[in-house]
């Protein structure tokens, strides 16, 4: 890993297309400016690991049948449903 010190408007290469400028800092935030070309992908850290989290929830498998037996659960109970004001109204009810 590569340590370095910049000041605000300094840049940094990495290859030839990609340049990173110190847009500014305030406190202990600092905004980067970051030019790369379009076929580069730029994410946040803790947006890379919230992908890979949802990939791993998307890959559970639900039992079709479990689904049905609750969305039958919900219709003999009577389904809520969300009122534009925001009360809840049940299923059949006036």
Do not use: C, W, Y
Request: avoid cysteine.
């Amino acid at each position: 890993m590569l340590i370095l010190q910049r000041k605000r408007g300094e840049t940094l290469l990495i290859g030839e297309d990609i340049s990173i400028t110190v847009a500014s800092v305030d406190g202990e935030r600092v905004r980067l400016a970051i030019s790369a070309p379009p076929e580069v992908s730029i994410l946040r850290s803790e947006l890379v690991a919230a992908r890979a989290a949802n990939r791993d929830s998307a890959k559970e498998e639900s039992d079709p049948k479990a689904l049905l037996a609750l969305l039958d659960g919900m219709t003999e109970h009577g389904a809520l449903f969300m009122k534009p004001n925001g009360e809840t109204e049940k299923e059949g009810s006036v």
